[in-house]
């Protein structure tokens, strides 16, 4: 009996340590690994940060998601981290290396002036779901709908992003991205923490 009470004693706090981290990981905040150079460089390749599930998603928040069935190519457990521009309702532009929200030109402070010119490229979400065939030929979206996101690469020059596969439904995002102050440099973690409005 008082070895099954001494095994008990250190079973019971394993069991609740385990429910406690399974409930953190499932309604507060995962670890997540970002993969590729889409958003340099303000995260880097194979940088480790966080994202916090119960954050609101704003304009300029980065949020992680999984991208299988809103990007054709992903396959099945692949997530993208992206930035969000555009909310339910915005219209969304891009003309000479500006993105216009709302026919309001948003700071990219975020970038250099050759990371927003360089492969950015000029359009409307009109004219993206007509060159890249978004939707199934449905009608043409001119602002983006309920319950969606569009988001782009920080590096827009080699980012797979809603200008090539369409937008983001709500339902899919996982969190919104945080750096830990102990990763990264003051510059970059601000441009990932601080910008959403």
Same mark, same amino acid.
């Not at 981290?81 to 026919?103: A, C, E, F, W």
């Not at 950015?120 to 060159?131: C, D, F, R, V």
């Given at each position: 009996?008082?070895?099954?009470?001494?095994?008990?004693?250190?079973?019971?706090?394993?069991?609740?340590?385990?429910?406690?981290?399974?409930?953190?990981?499932?309604?507060?905040?995962? =670890?997540?690994?970002?993969? *590729?150079?889409?958003?340099?460089?303000? +995260? @880097?390749?194979?940088? !480790?940060?966080?994202?916090? $599930?119960?954050?609101?998603?704003?304009?300029?928040?980065?949020?992680?998601?999984?991208?299988?069935?809103?990007?054709?190519?992903?396959?099945?457990?692949?997530?993208?981290?992206?930035?969000?521009?555009?909310?339910?309702?915005?219209?969304?532009?891009?003309?000479?290396?500006?993105?216009?929200?709302?026919?309001?030109?948003?700071?990219?402070?975020?970038?250099?002036?050759?990371? =927003?010119?360089?492969?950015? *490229?000029?359009?409307?979400?009109?004219? +993206? @779901?007509?060159?890249? !065939?978004?939707?199934?030929? $449905?009608?043409?979206?001119?602002?983006?709908?309920?319950?969606?996101?569009?988001?782009?690469?920080?590096?827009?020059?080699?980012?797979?992003?809603?200008?090539?596969?369409?937008?983001?439904?709500?339902?899919?995002?996982?969190?919104?991205?945080?750096?830990?102050?102990?990763?990264?440099?003051?510059?970059?973690?601000?441009?990932?923490?601080?910008?959403?409005?």
């Amino acid at each position: 009996m008082k070895a099954i009470k001494e095994v008990m004693s250190w079973i019971i706090p394993v069991i609740i340590g385990l429910a406690i981290a399974f409930a953190i990981k499932s309604f507060v905040f995962t =670890r997540v690994r970002v993969d *590729g150079p889409s958003m340099e460089p303000n +995260l @880097q390749n194979n940088e !480790k940060v966080f994202a916090w $599930k119960q954050a609101k998603v704003k304009h300029l928040s980065v949020i992680v998601f999984d991208a299988h069935g809103e990007d054709p190519s992903a396959k099945a457990n692949t997530n993208y981290v992206k930035r969000v521009i555009g909310l339910p309702g915005d219209s969304v532009t891009s003309k000479n290396g500006y993105i216009y929200v709302n026919h309001k030109k948003i700071k990219q402070s975020f970038i250099s002036k050759s990371e =927003r010119t360089s492969g950015t *490229g000029n359009w409307t979400l009109a004219s +993206l @779901q007509k060159t890249q !065939k978004w939707n199934d030929g $449905k009608a043409i979206t001119t602002v983006v709908p309920k319950g969606k996101y569009f988001v782009l690469g920080d590096h827009r020059s080699v980012s797979n992003d809603s200008r090539y596969w369409g937008f983001v439904d709500k339902d899919k995002v996982l969190g919104v991205v945080k750096v830990p102050f102990w990763a990264s440099n003051k510059t970059r973690r601000a441009n990932i923490n601080s910008l959403a409005y």
